[in-house]
């Protein structure tokens, strides 16, 4: 069954500086996608961004870019110019034809 | 462009009463739907999905039920509620493969 683990229960950044936040997942599949979702304390789940495993140049959407090493099956979150707005609750998540499965998620703390 | 709701945001119940909470998808057809209940701070938990009418697959025994009497319908019920079943429920929907799950605003759940 696959599987998505995330490390760290918490962490936090200074307001500016850089932080990047870990995830591991196993699976025997060859074709999946990688998610990172952000759930603020509005509790609203918002997708921030998305990896297809078959491209190897790793997404970037503005602030926010992943490092996808696939043989080593990581997926780790850079965010960049941290602000007050990027506390939340960080969840990964794996998705194949058959499953979603959601890593148990890093609190992210910005610090003014 | 697709939009889910749900409703209603926020619901304090006594122990032992009835329990009805909807999701509806806007703006697309034949979604897989899915029911996560979140403990305060901590991950999700996979409730309930459905691939089609009538078609429910339960992930954790529990006294809770789901139905899909239309396809963009998804309504999660008890018969009686129990205080462990407080928690902030989401409602979630995809399209068919292994891409992005998009979540409704939640409901928050207080059993009394």
């Known amino acids: 069954a696959q599987t998505v683990t995330q490390s760290q229960p918490e962490m936090s950044v200074q307001e500016a500086e850089t932080v990047t936040l870990s995830c591991t997942y196993d699976t025997s599949e060859n074709n999946y996608y990688l998610f990172w979702y952000k759930q603020p304390p509005s509790r609203q789940m918002i997708l921030v961004i998305r990896q297809e495993a078959y491209k190897q140049q790793n997404a970037t959407e503005n602030r926010f870019s992943v490092n996808f090493q696939k043989a080593a099956k990581s997926f780790s979150l850079k965010i960049s110019d941290s602000q007050l707005g990027d506390t939340a609750m960080y969840f990964c998540?794996?998705?194949?034809?058959?499953?979603?499965?959601f890593g148990p998620g890093t609190r992210l703390s910005v610090l003014p | 462009s697709q939009t889910i709701h749900q409703w209603p945001a926020t619901l304090v119940q006594p122990v032992g009463s009835p329990l009805s909470l909807e999701c509806t998808v806007e703006g697309t057809s034949n979604p897989n739907l899915y029911w996560y209940r979140q403990a305060a701070g901590r991950g999700l938990q996979l409730l309930f999905y459905?691939?089609?009418?009538?078609?429910i697959s339960s992930e954790v025994p529990q006294n809770l039920s789901a139905s899909r009497p239309q396809d963009r319908q998804f309504i999660l019920s008890s018969k009686k509620l129990l205080l462990s079943d407080s928690g902030f429920y989401l409602c979630?929907?995809?399209?068919?493969?292994?891409?992005?799950?998009?979540f409704g605003p939640g409901t928050r759940l207080t059993v009394l």
């Open positions: 459905s691939v089609g009418i009538g078609q």
């Open positions: 998540a794996f998705a194949d034809g058959q499953n979603f499965v």
């Open positions: 979630a929907w995809r399209a068919g493969g292994p891409d992005t799950q998009y």
